[in-house]
């Protein structure tokens, strides 16, 4: 016969909060023999083109975190340091950081997001690589519209702190053990 299995309200993990899972681990299987929580079964190992794909979209993930960070850095310095402008008269202080942008927002967000839906390693990592191809060209028509719209531009400022958040999240997941 085979053992059976009870609900028993268990207190939520402390190690590692979810922004979306609020309630994981609130309502946990355990066993009534033992009375432990029993093993949750685990998601299927990747393998073949899928496990490539996923170990490729860990490595870019990081990449693309420094990336971000690089990205705020240099429009700091381009506000910052004045000792950057062209002699023609044209503003190029902030050419670097559009530069990076585009390079993360076009082929580096989109490549992510291939990468994720080949490898499919769980919902949250392919929804979040959807949401930050989305949100990355928002970012890019705000900075467009920024230089008429400071409004747009202030938003675009805002905006990018949630891009590092969920790119940080993204990283975190991805590079997470229990993610595999």
Do not use: W
Request: aromatic share 4%.
């Amino acid at each position: 016969m085979l053992p059976s299995a009870t609900f028993r309200r268990e207190p939520a993990a402390r190690h590692r909060p979810s922004a979306l899972g609020l309630l994981e681990g609130c309502c946990a299987m355990t066993d009534s023999r033992t009375d432990r929580p029993s093993q949750p079964s685990a998601a299927p190992a990747l393998s073949g083109v899928r496990a490539g794909a996923f170990a490729l979209y860990k490595v870019l993930i990081a990449l693309f975190a420094v990336g971000v960070l690089v990205q705020i850095y240099l429009a700091g310095l381009g506000i910052f340091d004045s000792s950057v402008a062209a002699t023609d008269g044209a503003s190029t202080e902030l050419d670097p950081h559009r530069t990076l942008g585009t390079i993360l927002t076009q082929p580096g967000a989109t490549l992510l997001l291939v990468l994720a839906l080949v490898a499919r390693p769980n919902r949250r990592i392919v929804q979040g690589t959807v949401a930050l191809v989305v949100l990355g060209q928002i970012q890019t028509l705000l900075a467009d519209f920024g230089d008429g719209m400071p409004v747009l531009g202030g938003l675009h400022t805002l905006l990018a702190f949630a891009y590092l958040g969920l790119v940080a999240d993204l990283a975190r997941n991805a590079l997470d053990r229990r993610s595999r």
